[in-house]
């Protein structure tokens, strides 16, 4: 068995999930090596995802662990056998996995969701808003380093996946760069608007009571609401949250925001006007 040197965050949930679903039927590694036949240490792979598993060890196990969500099975299965080759490829060992991650969880999602406070959606912004972004970063970017990740943002605003963001007026007022950046970033929000699978709505300050959001936070639609995925920016790249527990309360927290937020045509026209301020 060759085992993996660096896997991808996919793989690292499908692992995360058979480890927890051993763990819920009370069985242990080397228990449930005996199930397969193996030994323990192939299990202890599998569950690091330093090993893959097969379709027919997959379903033998969720059976021994007494799973009976067919749909959480067969999503398992898929995430297991399924060989994405994907366009982020090109950037492993030149940028930190975590862009990458980000992009693969991005490539699979049903859906995407995202509350922004300081800055605009990186889905959403313009070259030179980006490149504000990137340049303002601690420590320094090297030249190359600063093109690498301005590629890799426009290769992500390909998507076609169904995608509403909520974004606070602070946002949409904080110069990263100059007015005409600023300008021509607001001009972007409004097009992107128009598009049938993205939704734009505005958080402006003079809302009453809000305190719905402290931090930025993308929510990703799994193939199953089990396999859903919560993004955190940190200060070393994104912190990727799983536990079901974490996804109840961010869900919740997405759809008080959401709520308290103007609706799409309110916000198209709130942006309109503060366009004219710049």
């Known amino acids: 068995m060759v085992k993996r040197r660096e896997p991808t965050a996919r793989q690292v949930r499908l692992a995360t999930e058979l480890r927890r679903l051993r763990e819920a039927a009370g069985l242990n590694s080397r228990q449930a090596a005996e199930l397969l036949g193996v030994a323990p240490a192939q299990i202890t792979h599998i569950e690091s995802a330093l090993a893959g598993v097969s379709e ?7 059976s021994h662990y007494a799973c009976t969500d067919e749909k959480f099975i067969d999503a398992l299965v ?5 060989r994405t080759n994907g366009w982020w490829e090109e950037y492993r060992g030149l940028l930190p996995t975590s862009f990458l991650d ?41 030249s190359e380093e600063l093109e690498l990740r301005i590629q890799h943002r426009r290769a992500r605003q390909k998507f076609t996946t169904p995608y509403e963001a909520v974004i606070h007026e602070a946002a ?44 930025t936070m993308t929510y990703v639609g799994g193939p199953v609401p089990k396999l859903d995925t919560v993004v955190r920016d940190a200060l070393h790249g994104s912190a990727f ?38």
């Open 172 to 215: 949409l007022r904080i110069r990263v760069s100059d007015r005409a950046t600023s300008k021509a970033q607001l001009a972007r929000l409004l097009e992107l608007s128009e598009a049938d699978h993205v939704t734009v709505r505005v958080i402006p300050f003079d809302l009453d009571g809000f305190s719905g959001a402290s931090s």
């Open 102 to 142: 980000l992009s693969e969880l991005e490539h699979h999602a049903r859906f995407l969701r995202h509350v922004a406070i300081l800055y605009v959606p990186g889905l959403l912004q313009t070259e030179d808003y980006s490149r504000a972004v990137f340049s303002a970063r601690l420590p320094e970017l090297t």
């Open 241 to 278: 949250i799983d536990s079901e527990a974490q996804l109840n309360t961010y869900r919740t927290s997405f759809l008080k925001v959401e709520s308290e937020s103007l609706d799409p045509e309110q916000s198209r026209d709130f942006i309109h006007s503060l366009s004219k301020e710049f």
């Open 78 to 82: 898929t995430m297991a056998i399924e």
């Open 56 to 62: 027919q060890r997959l379903r033998r196990l969720t």
